[in-house]
Nanobody, 115 residues
Framework: QVQLVESGGGLVNNGGSLRLSCEAS????????MGWYRQAPGEQRELVARILTLGSTSYGDFVKGRVVISRDKDKNAVHLQMNNLKPEDTDTYYC?????????WGQGTQVTVSS
């Protein structure tokens, strides 16, 4: 089963940037999809960005134009570049991988945007 480890979260000022990374224990080329979701306490997890096997991407409406998802197959990593962050982006961000075995999740990384 693939293991996912996120990094790059932290505290940033309103309007600042962060780059999240997710490293997989298995080749990401074998994944149907990889993506980033976020979740606030007591709320449902929502899609931030996703990249499919052939490279197509999709983004949540609330982040369009502010984030870019990319992948590095050599390093089995997926990155999320987030710009112009807002206080409402404060959440725990989770990396997801989807393969024939189903969905797999990382432990999450906290992003906090101060106003």
């Amino acid at each position: 089963q693939v293991q996912l480890v996120e990094s790059g979260g932290g505290l940033v000022n309103n309007g600042g940037s962060l780059r999240l990374s997710c490293e997989a224990s298995m080749p990401i080329a074998s994944m149907y999809a990889m993506g980033w979701y976020r979740q606030a306490p007591g709320e449902q997890r929502e899609l931030v960005a996703r990249i499919l096997t052939l490279g197509s991407t999709s983004y949540g409406d609330f982040v369009k134009g502010r984030v870019v998802i990319s992948r590095d197959k050599d390093k089995n990593a997926v990155h999320l570049q987030m710009n112009n962050l807002k206080p409402e982006d404060t959440d725990t961000y989770y990396c997801q991988a989807v393969d024939r075995g189903g969905e797999h999740w990382g432990q999450g990384t906290q992003v906090t945007v101060s106003s």
